[in-house]
């Protein structure tokens, strides 16, 4: 395998705590973001765009099987073709992606992985769509050791939608929808 020279993200400027840059805020708690309304997800996918992201669409409600899933990340992100389509395999491949050796561009500020209709694999396969976040979670946290920044938004049309602790840290809602009201669960 080729090694990739990766062009090191600077991390974010002291005064990102204050100045909350829209990157910043989405990695700050969980590199895993949850969101419900599309034009939010729009808005923010824009926003990466606009600063340099790499963006990956995957759509999850697609996903009629697990295999499905797998043969979603691997077109997506050019896994080799020995890609097992299993969890183990994804975790591997995904760490050779944060280190940039193929599916992310170095170029790029970072990778955003976006995932629509993730309610609907959620509820057909409840433990592989969780056990797929928290492989993102901590493959994100080992792209950051190397100077890369990988970020998952996950839309989902159920509001209500949680997971647990993904690489150690919860999913949270983004800004614009993280009280209840604001996802109209009244």
């Keep these: 395998m080729a ?5 090191p993200m600077a991390p974010f400027g002291r005064d990102a705590r204050y100045t909350h840059p829209l990157d910043y805020r989405l990695m700050a708690d969980s590199p895993v973001t949850l969101f419900w309304r599309h034009s939010i997800l729009d808005e923010t996918t824009d926003w990466l ?4 992201y790499q963006v990956v669409r995957l759509a999850a409600s697609d996903w009629l099987v697990e295999t ?11 896994f080799p073709e020995y890609y097992a389509g299993v969890l183990a395999a994804l975790n591997d491949c995904l ?14 500020t970072g990778l955003v992985l976006v995932m629509t209709g993730y309610d ?5 396969f409840p433990l592989v769509a969780e056990a797929v976040l928290d492989i993102i979670a901590s493959n994100a946290t080992t792209a950051l050791l ?30 614009a929808e993280w009280l209840e009201d604001r996802r109209d669960l009244g």
């Design 49 to 52: 765009l606009a600063h340099d």
């Design 120 to 124: 609907t694999f959620a509820e057909r």
């Design 68 to 78: 499905d899933m797998h043969q979603a990340f691997a077109a997506a992100l050019d």
């Design 95 to 108: 760490s050779d992606v944060a280190f940039c050796d193929y599916g992310a561009r170095p170029e790029a």
């Design 146 to 175: 190397v100077g890369h920044r990988i970020l998952c938004l996950v839309q989902s049309d159920n509001p209500r939608i949680a997971f647990g602790p993904l690489g150690a840290e919860y999913a949270r809602w983004n800004d």
């Design 3 to 7: 090694v990739t020279a990766l062009r």
